[in-house]
């Protein structure tokens, strides 16, 4: 059973526009959430990571959220670029410990169009 | 530069055929992945190497082999692949082991395996 869902499947906006991701999540404990970037053809880079009960956190045009009580994560995007079109990854951690596994989203594919 | 290299970019092989994908890292982690990606699903665990010699089996290892001879380096080994094999498959590397937040994972560009 697909323990982190993401939604949507796809996006389109044009540049400029604002955009939110969702991921919703049922990994027991959750100690951690993070975000991943994944360009066409290309590896997984880190956005963010958040942590607390509720915590966001900022990192130039992308801010997010975490709410560990309803299990959930947003990821915005401010004013949207060309070069954000890639595929976003939510990845949760379930221990902070050598013995924590990551669970990965299968990603919402964000297409930003001029 | 922090970087974690796969080697080849693309495969093609025929079913029964031997597979060998290369990966390597410079930032001296002791801790080395390899997964697969497969439309509409998140990334899966085929295995994990805590350092040399020292491989752990993830979630989906059937039909896969791992070697790790040196700690910047970690093969993926299919003997006699398969046609659902076809994947992409994705090395990483972290300071630390498991799912630690501190234990960021960087990863590779990926290897797109076709299977025929």
């Known amino acids: 059973k697909t323990q982190v869902e993401q939604s949507p499947q796809s996006l389109v906006v044009r540049q400029g526009e604002n955009c939110v991701l969702q991921c919703n999540y049922s990994v027991t404990p959750d100690n951690h959430l993070r975000w991943f970037k994944q360009d066409t053809g290309k590896g997984l880079v880190s956005l963010t990571v958040l942590v607390d009960q509720k915590d966001k956190t900022s990192n130039g045009r992308y801010s997010a959220t975490l709410d560990k009580d309803a299990k959930h994560s947003t990821l915005h995007i401010t004013a949207t670029l060309l070069d954000d079109t890639a595929t976003y990854i939510c990845v949760v951690g379930d221990r902070g410990s050598a013995l924590g596994r990551l669970h990965f989203g299968a990603g919402t594919q964000l297409i930003v169009i001029p | 530069d922090m970087k974690v290299t796969q080697m080849p970019r693309y495969l093609i092989k025929r079913m029964g055929e031997n597979v060998l994908l290369e990966c390597g890292q410079d930032m001296s982690h002791e801790t080395m992945y390899w997964y697969r990606q497969d439309p509409g699903l998140g990334l899966q665990l085929i295995y994990i190497?805590?350092?040399?010699?020292?491989?752990s089996e993830g979630d989906i290892p059937k039909g896969y082999r791992v070697s790790r001879k040196k700690r910047e380096h970690f093969s993926l080994i299919l003997d006699s692949a398969k046609t659902n094999q076809t994947s992409v498959y994705f090395c990483?590397?972290?300071?630390?082991?498991?799912?630690?937040?501190?234990?960021?994972?960087?990863f590779g560009p990926g290897t797109r395996l076709t299977v025929l």
């Open positions: 990483a590397s972290s300071a630390g082991t498991g799912g630690a937040v501190w234990a960021e994972q960087f």
């Open positions: 190497s805590y350092d040399v010699d020292s491989n």
